[in-house]
């Protein structure tokens, strides 16, 4: 089981530049999640993914777009990378809970940098 | 509104001595509380969570938390810690039902002295 896997795990554009961000899970999990974190601010989310075709914003959306391609895999797109936007984008997934369990699973984390 | 406020944004303690993690959350009804802690260059590890019941809940590596209604707080603790313990801690707030959008708080980074 290799969890939550997020490629790449790296990556530096210029302003403008576009770019997809991909994220997988072999857990058999409904739910996918993409947050980016930022020094002092904690995790943010971005978009969310309660089940297999259904999307929704986040608390920070504005820049970014997502695609849930199948029950596995939910990738997030910039479409024109802004400084702004440089952080760690952290991939979360999360099964259908229960009464008792209820908790997501993180990803490694994606570091991008624009500039 | 759901908040999260960890007061400490970088605490300091020596190795064996106990170690409390403040966290106070804003929510409109009890939520899903939980602790993750994340290592250097890593992702985030949950440490453990609250749902309900019994309001001190323990965790791996040796920490619990307390669930304080009344306060509105859910501090983490461990009664003596390792330097392998040098981490940044998050606090997070998830609603019961739905999609379970977590709110964090802004972390707090533990520096473990020798």
């Known amino acids: 089981n290799a969890g939550v896997t997020q490629t790449p795990k790296f990556q530096v554009l210029k302003t403008g530049q576009s770019m997809t961000l991909q994220c997988a899970q072999d857990?058999?999990?409904?739910?996918m999640y993409w947050y980016r974190q930022d020094p002092g601010m904690g995790l943010r989310l971005i978009y969310y993914?309660?089940?297999?075709?259904?999307?929704d914003k986040g608390e920070v959306p504005n820049g970014y777009n997502v695609s849930r391609l199948n029950k596995r895999e939910f990738s997030l797109r910039l479409e024109s990378a802004a400084p702004s936007q440089t952080s760690v984008y952290f991939c979360?997934?999360?099964?259908?809970?229960?009464?008792?369990?209820?908790?997501?699973?993180f990803g490694p984390g994606t570091r991008l940098t624009v500039l | 509104a759901q908040s999260v406020t960890q007061p400490d944004i970088h605490i300091t303690v020596s190795e064996g001595a106990s170690l409390e993690l403040r966290c106070n959350y804003s929510?409109?009804?009890?939520?899903?509380l939980f602790w993750y802690v994340q290592s250097p260059g890593q992702g985030l590890q949950l440490l453990l969570k609250?749902?309900?019941?019994?309001?001190l809940v323990q965790g791996i590596k040796g920490f619990e938390a307390e669930f304080k209604r009344s306060q509105s707080s859910f501090n983490l603790r461990k009664p003596s810690v390792h330097w392998s313990d040098a981490a940044e801690y998050f606090c997070?707030?998830?609603?019961?039902?739905?999609?379970?959008?977590?709110?964090f708080g802004q972390g707090t980074r533990l520096t473990i002295n020798p």
């Open positions: 857990m058999n999990h409904n739910s």
């Open positions: 929510y409109g009804a009890t939520p899903y």
């Open positions: 997070a707030v998830g609603a019961k039902q739905g999609a379970q959008k977590l709110v």
């Open positions: 979360a997934s999360r099964r259908r809970p229960t009464v008792s369990y209820n908790e997501q699973f």
């Open positions: 609250y749902f309900s019941g019994d309001t």
């Open positions: 993914s309660a089940s297999e075709g259904t999307t």
